[in-house]
């Protein structure tokens, strides 16, 4: 009976922990958006719509550990921002920043190590690059292929599962899917809403398939675009893009 009861004791406990961390990593990613969206970030981007993309370890709140990243200053092989070559490096207080500067000094692309394994990429050029239109095929495609990369990353960095994925797209309002992408009597429905705050995902494993993972994400941004799922798919589920 008391092996029992020590046994509900220590479960309630693991329970109340993990709770806890998870509220910790939501803190963290609300903060990050919040930094983003008043453009408080180490270089600061220019107006428009941002992509944001956070991989964030739950042991970054559990058991944290400081990472050495010098041996992946100078290294243009190892995560890049997305879409972008080449780019600059610097360390920062967070610790290692790769990123991509337009002529007037204002950041477009840039990739966060920070010294704890969590990641963050923001893409602040295809939201913000003049016209309010979601290229879906190109966004997806970079998205899943970052994901690959930085899961590679943190695994050979030495984080380890479960990691939360946080996908983001910030001033995305009145932007839309290009009329007649797949459908000739469709009709363009403008984003409702300034953000789209998609579901965490959470990965186990690093030998994940970025296109299975994410669907789930990019079904609800076709949804704010007024389609019921991601088109780039086939009824299979198969990541098939019509070119």
């Known amino acids: 009976m008391e092996e029992k009861i020590l046994e509900k004791i220590e479960e309630f406990l693991e329970k109340k922990e993990e709770k806890e961390i998870l509220k910790k990593i939501d803190d963290f990613y609300e903060e990050r ?3 983003l969206k008043k453009n408080e970030t180490t270089i ?3 107006s428009g719509g941002k992509i944001a993309l956070h991989f964030i370890p739950f042991e970054s709140f559990n058991s944290p550990r400081h990472y050495d990243l010098s041996a992946y200053k100078g290294n243009h092989e190892t995560l890049r921002p ?3 070559f080449p780019f600059d490096q610097t360390y920062n207080f967070d610790g290692l920043l790769y990123f991509i500067m ?6 477009l692309y840039y990739v966060q190590i920070y010294i704890n394994g969590i990641i963050e990429t923001v893409d602040g050029y295809q939201l913000g690059a003049g016209k309010k239109v979601i290229y879906t095929l190109d966004m997806e495609k970079e998205i ?3 994901t690959k990369e930085c899961l590679l990353f943190q695994k050979k960095l030495g984080v380890n599962p479960p990691i939360f994925l946080c996908l983001t797209l910030l001033g995305a309002k009145n932007f839309s899917i290009p009329e007649n992408k797949y459908d000739p009597f469709s009709k363009i429905r403008p984003i409702d809403r300034e953000d789209l705050l998609l579901p965490k995902i959470r990965i186990e494993k690093f030998d994940i398939i970025p296109e299975k993972i994410l669907r789930a994400n990019f079904d609800r ?3 704010a675009c007024g389609h019921p799922r991601c088109l780039d798919y086939n009824e299979k589920g198969e990541f098939t893009p019509k070119k």
């Open 33 to 35: 958006i919040k930094k």
């Open 44 to 46: 600061p981007f220019p």
């Open 82 to 84: 997305i879409k972008s």
């Open 102 to 107: 337009n002529a007037n000094k204002k950041c």
């Open 144 to 146: 899943m292929e970052f």
């Open 221 to 223: 941004i076709w949804n």
